[in-house]
C-alpha cells in the first residue's frame, strides 16, 4: 500500500536521525526531518511520522514532542515509536520495570533518590542517569569508597535531583556488547561494539569502535521481545554476553545507526523501512528492486518508582 511522507519527528542536531532521514531518501521515500509543530502542521492521511526524540543533552528527561506524538496519534496518523514507547525506552528505570515484569534478563537496578542515604545495591556497581546516553555520567564503582566518591560528583547534578540516579548491579566485563536495531518486530541490523584501550564503556562518543555482528538466534529473539515489551517500533536494544546468553542492558528509541550496522547482503535503512511498512513492498521485492548489497545470566530486576515524577 502507498504511503504518504515519512515525516521524522526529532531535532536536527540528532546526527544520528538526519542520516536515517537522508538514507531513506536515497531509497526513494519521502523522507524529511520536522519539529513536533511542523508535524502537527503538516501531517496529513497516508503520512507516517517516525518518533525519534532522543534525550535531552542535560540528561533529565526527553526532548520536547511526547504530546505532539498524542495529538498526531488521535487525529488517525500513523505514528512509528509512540510517546509511551520512547519514554519506556529512554528512562531506564522504567525499562527496568517492564524488562523484570517480563522475566527478560536485565542488571539489578535500585533508584537512589537525591537526597537519600548509601543504595542498598553496594559496590560493584555501575551509576548512571535514570535518562542517559552517549556514555556521559556513567561511573564504574568497585569499591565503596569509588561509590562514595561518585555520588559526591553527582550530587549537583540538575538531572540527578529531578529524577535520582540508578544503580545497577556490575556485570563482568569483557570490553565490548552488541547493540541490535529492530524494526517492526524484525531485526534489521546489528554491530559489536568496542571499547577503546584503557575505557569499559563501549559508546562510539566515548572512542569505542564498531564491527560486523551477526546475531545468533537466542540474541535475535531476546532484543525483539525486549524490543515488544517497550513497545518500540525502531529501537536499538544493547545486549552483554554472560554465559552461554545475553542480559539485555538497556534500549535506546533513537539509537544512531548507518550501514556499518547492516546484516550480510542488505541495507539497514531499506530493511528498517520495510520492516516498518514504509516502502510498500515485500522485503524480496525491495531487494530486487534496489539490488543493494551491503558488507558484508538471568538477573532479577528490583525497581522504585519515584511518585509524581514525568519525563518531560
Same mark, same amino acid.
Given at each position: 500500500?502507498?504511503?504518504?511522507?515519512?515525516?521524522?519527528?526529532?531535532s536536527?542536531?540528532?546526527?544520528?536521525?538526519?542520516g536515517?532521514?537522508?538514507?531513506?531518501?536515497?531509497l526513494?521515500?519521502?523522507? +524529511? %526531518?520536522?519539529?513536533?509543530a511542523?508535524?502537527?502542521?503538516?501531517? $496529513?492521511?497516508?503520512? #507516517? =511520522?517516525v518518533? !525519534?526524540?532522543?534525550v535531552?543533552?542535560?540528561l533529565?528527561?526527553?526532548?520536547?514532542?511526547?504530546?505532539a506524538?498524542?495529538?498526531?496519534e488521535?487525529?488517525g496518523?500513523?505514528?512509528?515509536?509512540?510517546?509511551?514507547?520512547?519514554?519506556?525506552?529512554?528512562?531506564?528505570?522504567?525499562s527496568a520495570a517492564l524488562l523484570?515484569a517480563?522475566g527478560l534478563?536485565?542488571?539489578?537496578? +535500585? %533508584?537512589?533518590?537525591?537526597?537519600a542515604?548509601?543504595?542498598?545495591? $553496594?559496590?560493584?556497581? #555501575? =551509576?548512571?542517569? !535514570?535518562f542517559?546516553?552517549?556514555?556521559?555520567?556513567?561511573?564504574?564503582?568497585?569499591s565503596?569508597?569509588?561509590?562514595?566518591?561518585?555520588?559526591e560528583?553527582?550530587?549537583?547534578?540538575?538531572w540527578f535531583?529531578?529524577?535520582?540516579?540508578?544503580?545497577?548491579?556490575l556485570?563482568?566485563?569483557?570490553g565490548?556488547?552488541?547493540r541490535v536495531?529492530v524494526?517492526?518486530?524484525r531485526?534489521?541490523?546489528?554491530?559489536?561494539?568496542?571499547?577503546?584501550?584503557?575505557?569499559w564503556?563501549?559508546? #562510539?562518543?566515548?572512542g569505542?569502535?564498531l564491527?560486523p555482528?551477526?546475531?545468533?538466534d537466542?540474541?535475535?529473539?531476546l532484543?525483539?521481545?525486549?524490543?515488544?515489551?517497550?513497545g518500540?517500533?525502531?529501537v536499538?536494544?544493547?545486549?552483554?554476553?554472560?554465559?552461554?546468553?545475553?542480559?539485555v542492558?538497556?534500549?535506546?528509541?533513537?539509537?544512531?545507526f548507518d550501514?556499518?550496522?547492516?546484516?550480510?547482503?542488505?541495507?539497514?535503512?531499506?530493511?528498517?523501512?520495510?520492516?516498518?511498512?514504509?516502502?510498500?513492498?515485500?522485503?524480496?521485492a525491495?531487494?530486487?528492486?534496489?539490488c543493494?548489497?551491503?558488507?558484508?545470566?538471568s538477573?532479577?530486576?528490583?525497581?522504585?518508582t519515584?511518585?509524581g515524577?514525568r519525563?518531560t
Amino acid at each position: 500500500m502507498a504511503i504518504g511522507r515519512v515525516r521524522v519527528l526529532a531535532s536536527p542536531s540528532n546526527e544520528g536521525s538526519s542520516g536515517l532521514v537522508q538514507g531513506w531518501r536515497r531509497l526513494g521515500l519521502a523522507a +524529511e %526531518l520536522q519539529s513536533g509543530a511542523d508535524a502537527l502542521r503538516t501531517a $496529513g492521511p497516508g503520512d #507516517v =511520522v517516525v518518533g !525519534r526524540l532522543d534525550v535531552l543533552p542535560g540528561l533529565d528527561g526527553v526532548e520536547p514532542g511526547l504530546l505532539a506524538l498524542l495529538l498526531l496519534e488521535r487525529r488517525g496518523i500513523r505514528v512509528v515509536n509512540p510517546a509511551d514507547a520512547l519514554l519506556a525506552a529512554h528512562d531506564k528505570l522504567r525499562s527496568a520495570a517492564l524488562l523484570g515484569a517480563s522475566g527478560l534478563p536485565h542488571p539489578r537496578t +535500585e %533508584l537512589l533518590r537525591s537526597g537519600a542515604g548509601a543504595p542498598a545495591l $553496594g559496590a560493584p556497581c #555501575v =551509576v548512571k542517569p !535514570r535518562f542517559g546516553s552517549w556514555g556521559r555520567d556513567v561511573f564504574r564503582c568497585v569499591s565503596d569508597e569509588e561509590l562514595e566518591a561518585c555520588l559526591e560528583e553527582i550530587r549537583e547534578r540538575p538531572w540527578f535531583h529531578r529524577h535520582g540516579a540508578l544503580v545497577q548491579e556490575l556485570l563482568p566485563l569483557h570490553g565490548s556488547d552488541l547493540r541490535v536495531i529492530v524494526a517492526g518486530g524484525r531485526v534489521v541490523g546489528a554491530a559489536e561494539r568496542i571499547a577503546r584501550a584503557g575505557e569499559w564503556r563501549t559508546n #562510539v562518543s566515548v572512542g569505542g569502535s564498531l564491527r560486523p555482528f551477526e546475531p545468533d538466534d537466542d540474541a535475535a529473539e531476546l532484543a525483539r521481545t525486549a524490543a515488544a515489551v517497550v513497545g518500540a517500533d525502531l529501537v536499538g536494544v544493547d545486549l552483554f554476553p554472560v554465559g552461554s546468553g545475553y542480559v539485555v542492558l538497556e534500549l535506546n528509541g533513537a539509537v544512531d545507526f548507518d550501514e556499518r550496522y547492516a546484516l550480510a547482503g542488505g541495507s539497514v535503512f531499506g530493511e528498517a523501512a520495510t520492516a516498518l511498512g514504509l516502502t510498500g513492498q515485500s522485503r524480496d521485492a525491495w531487494r530486487r528492486s534496489t539490488c543493494v548489497s551491503v558488507r558484508h545470566p538471568s538477573s532479577a530486576v528490583s525497581t522504585e518508582t519515584t511518585p509524581g515524577t514525568r519525563a518531560t
